[in-house]
């Protein structure tokens, strides 16, 4: 065995080697040959090759690392490149070995809009989707022509260019089909010649057929394999394109997101179900449809032309008119599932919007313990969903029935019965009837040859059957498309109305202040905020008529004009700022303001503080990136500088960084959550800055620096507010005053001459009031001697303890009472001596409190003579009376205060 093994051994080697020494003498006589310049230069053509490959190779190695590590830094400080070409390059976290996926986002151009405008906003009178001019009430979803204008509209954002790569996914998927179509006619085939060497005893053949069958076998799964996945790829291809065009539609400065919800009205309950789950169904639907559509159809041409081919044009009249029937049949008495599927997705969006809103305000709903009415909410819009879905299952269970038994059981019969044409009638049957006549000449094999002929035919129907059973499965599909489309075109269409403002109406003037009733302007690029005659308009959604609020109002703020907008809730203080900021049209007159948004532009600081996601440094910066940051030169120093200020130097401490992330909504307290607004406006320095309520929750004295602040900065100030306290930082006051009805603005000076005099008259009106002080105090022990009388006097009396009770408590009250009085009267009257007019205090107001506390005071004093006496007299009283002494005597006390 050993001796076997090594002369083994040595064959081997052998054959190396005589390998190793052919090719060796072959380059050697190459070389040979060659002139020893051209060896030289070969020679260094190779060294220089392998150099710079090297050198290459270590490159891009280097710049992959590089990038890799650039985008580990971008994920974790949640920030984005901006590149030449408009661009943004984002990182996506994905592997944690290869680190994050880097992927580069285009935005659409707006030539691109405006060319799609078209589509959307005017579709052709033939589709019957109106003429785009009114928004139109959604035309029924279902297979008509309305819906292959829609499928093709958005197919032009999903397929842009035919060299896009959305075509060659299309490509390579088509090619798959057909392969797969190939394959089944070649599987047929083999099918019925398996059969027959089986039943001829044909053994050999026999294996070869299996050995085929099995190589066949392993090639179709392959192709069904990809046909599956390129079918995914091109799903979320078409929902790539359609979402980043929806977001940059979307998410624009026309403010389209605010305006689509408050303004058009035309989605109903948001946008966030038609972006996230009716997209992603359409697009599933729309790739499934291309090969449960595509392939059948190739299947059909090329089976029906076989079995043509081999049964004759009987049988192919007889599949035509089978197919014809079949349609009419399923297409009549299916339900409208384009409806049923469009009206689903409306109820989901529902649904889905009031578990948005449930998270968005747990805290608030928590605090009042409102779960169980939220519960019935969402129970109760639950069931409304689960009954249409029930309804929708119910009316498939009729559908799925007839659907089965005429695909599956009476298209088998009918193929039986083509597939005996042959055999019964072969004058009929193409090539396998001329067969069949030969064979019975010849008198030889008949039966094998019609065993395997029938075999391959029946393969063939049933292939058939499968891809016609296919075909009309997919109306069902189709009519379930035709849903999703409906929704998905209504969520374009609807954008572009909005982002256009095409709100024209057609004939006749259209409600007073609506949407199509905008005629104000607005001009940007103004250094300063300027209103001319702007009627400040509550809009309603369209087609409704908006509400004023402010009937026409005029003023210009320039820089160091600090303007406080004082008055009663709900007047239009806030709205004042929404039309500015652009929120809100401008339905007649003139509107000027900065162009920017930001740095040396307006900012607009929002009652409700709002917290992006991301890292502690993006609240601060918002709505600006990390990369916005370091293009304007800033860092995380100057950021510490920005809070500082702000009083919340603590933070980046306390929360572990900067590139801490938690949900900071709930992290920061009210206070906290609006001197980070604060901290924003100084990050971000603009020229002018709209503060709506935006210290309310932070307490007075810090109030007061920040304001400093900001003004130090040298930002101008217009500040929305009710606190009268916040006049001494402002320059103008706009009062707007009265309801919806009378409403009035007048616009002051803060300072002024009459100012000046009602602070003057408070001033002599405090004086005097302090001039009363001495006689109060007298008149309080005046009467604390008189109670003390009636303890002494109805010591003995069962209730004398409850009458001193009461006696002190007015006393107290009476005391107190004056305290603060006179406390907050020489507080008064320092502020007035020190700059008379810095902070005037409302002449009306102090007028009106002196003469109630006055008249009050009287009136009480008058209540306690009368107790007194009445005690005196009586000496004891019932209960009840003395229960209402003592509530005279609160009352009294507290009106005193
Ligand atoms: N999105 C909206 N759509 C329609 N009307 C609105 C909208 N928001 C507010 N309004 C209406 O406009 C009126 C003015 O609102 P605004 O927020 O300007 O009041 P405000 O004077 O700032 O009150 P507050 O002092 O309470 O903040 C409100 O009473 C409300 O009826």
Request: aromatic share 8%; charged share 25%; glycine share 10%.
């Amino acid at each position: 065995m050993a001796a076997q093994s090594t002369l083994r051994h040595s064959a081997a080697e052998e054959a190396i080697a005589a390998f190793i020494d052919k090719y060796t003498e072959l380059i050697r006589s190459k070389l040979r040959n060659t002139s020893r310049i051209t060896r030289l230069l070969a020679t260094l053509a190779l060294a220089t090759t392998i150099i710079l490959g090297g050198a290459g190779a270590r490159q891009r190695w280097k710049r992959r690392r590089e990038e890799r590590e650039q985008g580990r830094k971008l994920v974790r400080t949640n920030s984005w490149l901006h590149n030449k070409d408009g661009s943004r390059t984002i990182y996506v976290p994905y592997q944690e070995r290869d680190g994050p996926a880097k992927v580069v986002i285009h935005t659409t151009k707006p030539l691109t809009f405006q060319a799609h405008r078209r589509l959307f906003l005017n579709p052709p009178k033939v589709s019957g989707l109106g003429d785009g001019v009114v928004p139109s009430t959604q035309t029924k979803p279902g297979l008509n022509l309305a819906f292959l204008h829609q499928f093709l509209s958005l197919m032009s954002i999903m397929i842009p260019r035919w060299n896009s790569k959305e075509s060659g996914l299309l490509l390579s998927h088509a090619i798959f089909l057909m392969m797969r179509t190939y394959m089944s006619l070649v599987v047929a085939r083999l099918d019925g010649e398996i059969v027959r060497d089986l039943v001829a005893g044909n053994g050999k053949s026999f294996i070869w057929g299996l050995i085929k069958w099995c190589g066949l076998g392993s090639i179709a799964s392959y192709t069904n394999a990809m046909i599956k996945f390129l079918e995914s790829k091109v799903s979320i291809a078409f929902r790539s394109r359609l979402t980043r065009y929806i977001h940059d539609l979307y998410l624009n400065d026309n403010l389209n997101y605010y305006k689509i919800q408050n303004l058009d009205g035309g989605l109903g309950s948001g946008a966030d179900q038609f972006i996230t789950q009716d997209l992603t169904q359409f697009c599933n639907a729309a790739a499934n449809l291309y090969s449960s559509l595509g392939k059948p159809f190739v299947d059909i041409c090329v089976f029906n032309y076989q079995l043509y081919h081999s049964l004759g044009p009987l049988a192919l009249i007889g599949l035509a008119s089978n197919y014809s029937i079949t349609a009419s049949m399923l297409r009549k008495l299916s339900p409208p599932f384009a409806k049923l599927k469009a009206v689903e997705g409306r109820k989901e969006g529902t649904f889905r919007s009031l578990h948005a809103r449930l998270i968005a305000n747990a805290e608030e709903i928590a605090f009042y313990g409102g779960a169980e009415t939220e519960k019935t909410f969402l129970d109760k819009e639950f069931k409304s969903l689960s009954k249409w879905m029930n309804g929708i299952y119910l009316v498939k269970i009729r559908y799925n029935m007839l659907e089965d038994f005429i695909l599956k059981y009476s298209w088998s019969a009918y193929g039986y019965l083509l597939s005996s044409v042959p055999v019964f009638l072969p004058a009929w049957a193409g090539v396998g009837g001329k067969l069949e006549q030969l064979e019975h000449a010849a008198g030889t094999g008949r039966e094998r040859s019609r065993m395997k002929d029938f075999i391959t035919n029946k393969r063939l129907m049933l292939s058939l059957a499968d891809a016609g059973g296919r075909m009309m499965y997919s109306i069902k599909d189709l009519s379930e498309l035709a849903g999703y489309t409906s929704r998905v075109y209504t969520l374009i269409s609807t954008l572009h109305r909005v982002h256009a403002a095409a709100y024209q109406v057609k004939g006749g003037d259209g409600e007073l202040f609506s949407m199509s009733d905008v005629q104000g302007t607005t001009q940007l690029g103004f250094d300063g905020v300027r209103l001319e005659n702007v009627p400040i308009v509550a809009p309603q959604v369209w087609p409704q008529g908006g509400e004023e609020l402010i009937d026409s109002l005029s003023m210009v703020i320039r820089s160091g004009d600090h303007l406080l907008i004082s008055g009663p809730n709900g007047v239009g203080k806030t709205a004042i700022a929404r039309v500015i900021a652009g929120l809100w049209p401008v339905y007649r007159g003139l509107v000027s303001r900065p162009k920017a948004n930001g740095e040396d532009g307006i900012m607009f600081l929002p009652q409700r503080p709002y917290l992006s996601i991301g890292t502690l440094r993006d609240q601060v910066i918002y709505p600006d990136g990390e990369a916005d940051m370091r293009l304007k030169r800033k860092n995380d120093s100057f950021l510490k500088y920005v809070l500082d200020l702000a009083r919340l130097g603590y933070l980046p401490d306390r929360e572990g960084g900067w590139d801490t992330r938690k949900e900071w909504k709930d992290v920061l307290s009210g206070g906290e959550k609006q001197r980070l607004a604060i901290a924003r406006l100084l990050y971000h320095e603009p020229k002018y800055a709209f503060i709506d309520e935006g210290t309310s929750a932070v307490s007075s004295d810090v109030e007061g620096l920040l304001y400093e602040t900001c003004k130090e900065k040298g930002i101008t100030l217009i500040t929305i507010s009710t606190r009268a306290s916040l006049k001494k930082y402002h320059t103008f006051n706009l009062v707007i005053q009265g309801d919806r009805n009378d409403e009035r603005w007048e616009l002051q000076r803060i300072g002024t001459e009459s100012e000046k005099m009602h602070a003057r008259r408070e001033l002599e009106e405090l004086r005097e009031k302090l001039a009363q002080v001495d006689q109060w105090k007298a008149r309080h022990a005046e009467i604390e001697r008189e109670l003390g009388k009636v303890w002494v006097e109805g010591g003995e009396s069962p209730l004398g303890e409850s009458v001193v009770e009461d006696a002190q408590v007015v006393g107290a009250g009476v005391q107190d009472g004056g305290d603060v009085e006179v406390v907050a009267a020489e507080e008064q009257h320092e502020q007035m001596e020190e700059a008379e007019v810095e902070e005037p205090a409302s002449g009306t107001t102090t007028d009106h409190q002196e003469t109630e506390t006055e008249a009050d005071y009287e009136e009480a004093q008058e209540e306690m003579d009368e107790e007194t006496e009445t005690e005196t007299e009586v000496g004891t009283m019932p209960t009840q009376e003395s229960g209402e002494g003592k509530s005279s005597g609160g009352e009294g006390s507290g009106v005193i205060v």
